[in-house]
């Protein structure tokens, strides 16, 4: 399942600016990917680069858009909640204005309505960031 940049934001929270995330290009049970262009009015730019709490944010959203798509589609309702908390992150470079970045997030486990991911952002084939996140639905 795809969405596309134009109704990305049916399934995450964010509004402009903070709409960290462009297409869902892939969600599955248990891995979502997505992409993103970092345009140069974006308001987490800095010296040309993204900032790193951007980039967690990226995350975070293609964390809960994979997971809303496939809630929707199985019939469930479109989870909501927050970000319970972020372990294990690790930077390895910023990207810069007018990258286009992929992030890959693996569901690792699932208790009830809590939720643990990794994730990692990508350009072409060097891994920018990674992460794990706990998010907590209501």
Known sequence: MTINKENIQDFIPQRPPFVMIDNLIEATHDVFQT?????????????????????????????????????????????????????????????????????????LAQVNNMYLLKGENYLNVSKLMECELKLVGI
């Open 35 to 107: 992409d993103f262009r970092i345009l140069p009015d974006n308001i987490f730019i800095e010296n040309g680069m993204l900032r790193e709490f951007a980039m967690i944010e990226n995350i975070a959203q293609s964390s809960s858009a994979g997971l809303a798509i496939t809630k929707k589609y199985t019939g469930d309702k479109n989870p909501e909640g927050y970000l319970g908390a972020i372990s294990r992150l690790k930077l390895y470079e910023l990207p810069k204005v007018n990258d286009k970045i992929y992030t890959i997030v693996k569901l």
